[in-house]
T-cell receptor, first 110, second 118 residues
Framework: QKEVEQNSGPLSVPEGAIASLNCTYS??????FFWYRQYSGKSPELIMS????GDKEDGRFTAQLNKASQYVSLLIRDSQPSDSATYLC??????????FGTGTSLTVIP | DVKVTQSSRYLVKRTGEKVFLECVQD?????MFWYRQDPGLGLRLIYF???????EKGDIPEGYSVSREKKERFSLILESASTNQTSMYLC?????????????????FGPGTRLTVT
């Protein structure tokens, strides 16, 4: 079982819609969760971090964490073509190890 | 802003050459990491370091070594480059703690080095 799993996509949404990206993790004791955006040919860029159950909002982005279900998600409201990228979920587990999912490719259609 | 720089964006080397990839961060971060990223395999950790002169193996250390002589600099060395080491290499750094906060461990990446071994 992988430490972090994401649906590879591709996920396509129309401009202005909400994009929903999901991630599950295997270590129940994990405490720190991160979402990165990676444009083609570029390095990952941190967009959100979340540490407590519930929602955390930052502009058009909302991260949601449910530790009981071992599930973390990223919502992008009012999606723009510039949001088209691969989104990586990352988790720091109880062993202080940092694991990345393989990413979900998002395309926002104008 | 966190700034992580890598010595080269693109590098082409021949099989058997010794290759040095340099990474420098300017945020006084304790932790530094080297990953490689390949299509379909995602990011894989090669080595990491929690302090000067400290190093820990990641998931795929074979064929690589690292050096951390100064806090801001972390080098990845390919002892004898092989074609299966053609990849995107990414360096990252993170702080162990933030003032007034618990451990956050946010990792910040450099621009990456695309290495081709022929």
């Amino acid at each position: 079982q992988k430490e972090v799993e994401q649906n590879s996509g591709p996920l396509s949404v129309p401009e202005g819609a909400i994009a929903s990206l999901n991630c599950t993790y295997s270590d129940r004791g994990s405490q720190s969760f991160f979402w990165y955006r990676q444009y083609s040919g570029k390095s990952p860029e941190l967009i959100m971090s979340i540490y407590s159950n519930g929602d955390k909002e930052d502009g058009r982005f909302t991260a949601q964490l449910n530790k009981a279900s071992q599930y973390v998600s990223l919502l992008i409201r009012d999606s723009q073509p510039s949001d088209s990228a691969t989104y990586l979920c990352a988790v720091k587990n109880t062993g202080n190890q940092f694991y990345f999912g393989t990413g979900t490719s998002l395309t926002v259609i104008p | 802003d966190v700034k992580v720089t890598q010595s080269s964006r693109y590098l082409v080397k021949r099989t058997g050459e010794k290759v040095f990839l340099e990474c420098v961060q300017d945020m006084d971060h304790e932790n530094m990491f080297w990953y490689r990223q390949d299509p379909g395999l995602g990011l894989r950790l090669i080595y990491f370091s929690y302090d000067v002169k400290m190093k820990e193996k990641g998931d795929i250390p074979e064929g690589y070594s690292v050096s951390r002589e100064k806090k801001e600099r972390f080098s990845l060395i390919l002892e004898s480059a092989s074609t299966n080491q053609t990849s995107m290499y990414l360096c990252a750094s993170s702080s162990l703690t933030r003032p007034g906060k618990s451990h956050y461990y946010e990792q910040y990446f450099g621009p990456g080095t695309r290495l081709t071994v022929t």
